[in-house]
């Protein structure tokens, strides 16, 4: 993977990897390697660019990236990256990382802009756990490894199963002959509507037009990464739709 430098605005990316590694350049001044079982944690804010590339000398890659929206009160904070190694909690078959929130008297110490919740539980075969959550969060379970029952539904790899708020636990179960991963993943309902394309997170059609013009003329708001070695410095936008962006349809507004 060589990803050249390449804008964000209005969110945090959330990376995180079960192999491989991956060399993070950023217009903070921040060069970083993401590393399996530690969280990297960059918040666009306002306008942020970064570059992506996998260690050819490491293992395959393999992990997941997650965008998180920042709330209106907080869109346009400034960038900023933060680097976690949570401690693995093994209890009888479980293991537990918990790189977001709090789980299972486990605490992350990185700032997030509304709560959340991240980590990645590992259970041995056949093992079924019962975990303590916030009742005012939405759960998702999403598989990584293993054959996973979670909150009553059958899961292959890949699959995410939703709980909704209300809930003051949540059940999984490993169903395999092997070990299973998957990752925990909730929040409090986002209630404000969107409009995303690309890399940019806004509120509205003239807002994408405006961060899609200001990263073509180089504007300040995204800075530049420096120390980039690729042969794109910097990846082009590509083409706006011939129609108006909207918002994504959100149940909770």
Known sequence: MDVPPHPHTGLQTVSWLFSGQIEH?????????????????????AGICHSEVSMVDAPVLHGAQLWVALPGSDRDTGRDFAHHVPRPRTVGALTTRVFLGELDGERSPVHTFT?????????DAGVEVTLDVDT????????DQ????????????????????????????????????????GGVPFT???????????????????????????????????????????????????????PRPNPRV
């Open 136 to 143: 005012g969060f939405e759960h998702g379970v999403l598989v």
């Open 25 to 45: 350049r950023d217009s903070g001044g921040v060069h970083a390697v993401v590393r399996p079982g530690e969280l990297n944690l960059m918040t666009a804010g």
């Open 192 to 246: 404000e509507e969107l409009v995303m394309w690309w890399n940019f997170v806004g509120r509205s059609h003239a807002e994408i037009v405006a961060f899609r013009e200001q990263w073509q003329g180089r504007d300040a708001r995204f800075g530049d990464v420096i120390g980039y070695r690729g042969d794109v410095t910097r990846l082009p936008a590509p083409p706006l739709p011939n129609a108006t962006l909207r």
């Open 115 to 123: 709560p959340l919740l991240g980590a990645q539980l590992d259970l």
């Open 146 to 185: 293993g054959s996973v029952e979670a909150c009553g539904t059958a899961l292959a790899i890949a699959d995410l199963a939703y709980q909704g708020t209300g809930h003051a636990a949540l059940h999984l179960a490993n169903r395999g002959d092997g070990p299973a991963r998957v990752l925990l993943l």
